[in-house]
């Protein structure tokens, strides 16, 4: 009992070193670009692009010693090696999330230059990549979503529902709504000045910003999308006995999360054709910027699509920010459509050979569909728990597993030979 108690301790302190060292990074913050930048560019009439540039990061250092971090992390993954081996499963997952943050570190020394974008797609997938060999591309799935998407746009009689509720409002209903699922106390609603998204989550709380409108549907996306996946697999991780590193996520747990949180919406009834727009939008962005559009091109690709000015900069700012308006893209958002994709076929794919107890795990903490299996071992171990929050569609699996049961079937059926039989009925 007591070398069990050595050997679970062990990987405790070695995971706590994990989640310090990494306390400092704020990939977001780091790449951001502020308010003057924005200003510039709107009295500008967007007719030059943003005032962006190596120096502009230059003046605005990262909140710690670079060089000083990416040895921390070094010396962490060699101490992982020489207490636990170099097979041990929760020091393969370990030493993973060391290297990846020490990638991480050299991405955002080398922001305003060309090595951030190369570095990022590393990190988060470029537009151009398949997903299995043969597959389309992210690139080809954004061109076929906005297809679609404008078919319906044309119909007229789905646009969105007008924002009525203020943040006063919005904070009461979806208090009431995530303390169903959470408890009363567990996560807290509450106003704020100081963001620019209209809601942001926190570990345990999700902002709402003091000036932000919103309807019914933006209030269901956020208790699904921020309080459901990305709060409710925090808390799972901090729950964590042993392997505390599942509270934080590195950038490839990045798409796995937003993968769910996407998934979520769309068994939850949640998401709506105009969200799924800005989805496939950055996606479609991106790729331009991949392909050597710049920050007004990119602009006036938002512009086209419908957005205002002040809209469109916003979404070629998340384009570009960490780069240069002439350099190549911060790929994060691909994680969305990109994660979707993934989790989905892997949740199939579980139905598919009869492991469901693999589906629930996905939620445990902030978790990598590279590591699931090792993940699994580390449940019958007693070193990882089991989540403690789950959504009602992953809390039960009888529903969703004669979804993908269907849906298994219904990925052999050619649509174009659907289309051309059923030219005659619709």
């Known amino acids: 009992m007591s070398r069990r108690k050595d050997y679970h301790e062990i990987i405790r302190t070695l ?103 190369l570095i990022s797609q590393e990190l988060y997938g470029a537009a151009s990549d398949a997903f299995h060999a043969g597959d389309p591309t992210l690139a080809d799935l954004g061109l076929m979503l906005s297809g679609y998407l404008n078919n319906i746009d044309s119909r007229g009689d789905l646009a969105d529902e007008p924002k009525t509720l203020d943040a006063n409002q919005t904070v009461d209903l979806l208090q009431q709504r995530l303390a169903a699922v959470f408890g009363d106390d567990t996560v807290r609603v509450i106003v704020s000045d100081g963001i620019v998204a209209d809601a942001a989550a926190g570990a345990d709380y999700i902002k709402i910003r003091a000036d932000a409108l919103f309807n019914q549907r933006d209030v269901r996306a956020l208790e699904v999308h921020e309080g459901m996946v990305h709060i409710g697999t925090t808390l799972n991780g901090l729950n964590q006995p042993v392997c505390t590193f599942l509270a934080k996520g590195p950038p490839s747990s990045t798409v796995t999360q937003e993968g769910l949180a996407i998934l979520m919406e769309v068994i939850a009834f949640a998401s709506y054709p105009s969200r799924l727009r800005k989805l496939t939008n950055r996606t479609r962005a991106i790729h331009m910027a991949e392909e050597g559009a710049d920050f007004l091109q990119i602009h006036d690709f938002f512009r086209e699509q419908g957005y205002s000015l002040e809209e469109s900069y916003g979404h070629a700012a998340r384009v570009f920010r960490g780069s240069t308006p002439s350099g190549m893209p911060f790929t994060k958002d691909l994680s969305y459509l990109k994660g979707f994709i993934l989790i989905y076929n892997y949740i199939q794919l579980a139905v598919r050979k009869g492991k469901l107890e693999q589906i629930q795990l996905l939620f445990c903490g902030k978790t990598t569909l590279e590591d699931m299996r090792t993940l699994r071992q580390l449940v019958d171990e007693g070193l990882v728990a089991p989540p403690k929050y789950l959504p009602p569609q992953f809390r039960d699996l009888n529903a969703l597993s004669a979804w993908m049961c269907f849906s298994n079937f219904l990925n052999h059926l050619s649509l174009d030979r659907i289309e051309a039989d059923y030219a005659n009925i619709l």
């Not at 994990?18 to 306390?23: I, M, R, S, W």
């Not at 200003?39 to 190596?54: C, H, S, Y």
């Open 15 to 117: 995971s706590s070193r994990l989640v310090e060292a990494q306390t400092p990074i704020r990939v977001l913050d780091a790449v951001k670009w502020d308010d003057e930048v924005r200003q510039g560019f709107l009295d500008a009439k967007g007719k030059k692009p943003p005032a962006v540039d190596r120096d502009f990061y230059l003046q605005r250092p990262l909140p710690f010693d670079a060089a000083a971090k990416k040895l921390e992390f070094q010396n962490i993954e060699r101490d992982i090696t020489r207490q636990l081996g170099q097979f041990n499963p929760a020091g393969h997952i370990m030493r993973r999330m060391c290297r990846e943050y020490r990638m991480v570190i050299r991405m955002l020394e080398a922001r305003g230059t060309e090595d951030f974008g």
